[in-house]
Nanobody, 124 residues
Framework: QLQLVESGGGLVQPGGSLRLSCVVS????????VGWFRQAPGKEREGVAC????????KYADSVKGRFTISKDNAKNAVLLQMNNLKPEDTAVYYC?????????????????WGQGIQVTVSS
């Protein structure tokens, strides 16, 4: 019964910003670690950012450090991904994923609940 729904994607020019939201239903957010992953056409799915159940630790892919920020809004039971200074290479389908056993990480295999994915396109 755990569900994750992403929103906030779309088309943006290089250097622009987007904020993705992942609303989680079926479990309190403080019981879950959440990660953001992305997959570009012809490429493997890669970890982008993750946050622990308490929200006290975060990790980022080297390619997005300093540009992306992951956070939790416990009142809304949502995880946010603020994406600034977007580049064409950020173009991908972005997925949020939740884990109630392992407390975070960039390994996709530890996540057993996934959202449907949302398109982010960075192009001039």
């Amino acid at each position: 019964q755990l569900q994750l729904v992403e929103s906030g994607g779309g088309l943006v020019q290089p250097g622009g910003s987007l904020r993705l939201s992942c609303v989680v239903s079926g479990s309190p957010l403080n019981h879950l670690a959440v990660g953001w992953f992305r997959q570009a056409p012809g490429k493997e799915r890669e970890g982008v950012a993750c946050i622990t159940s308490r929200g006290d630790d975060t990790k980022y892919a080297d390619s997005v450090k300093g540009r992306f920020t992951i956070s939790k809004d416990n009142a809304k039971n949502a995880v946010l991904l603020q994406m600034n200074n977007l580049k064409p290479e950020d173009t991908a389908v972005y997925y949020c994923a939740a884990d109630g056993i392992f407390d975070g990480g960039m390994d996709a295999t530890i996540y057993d609940h996934w959202g449907q994915g949302i398109q982010v396109t960075v192009s001039s």
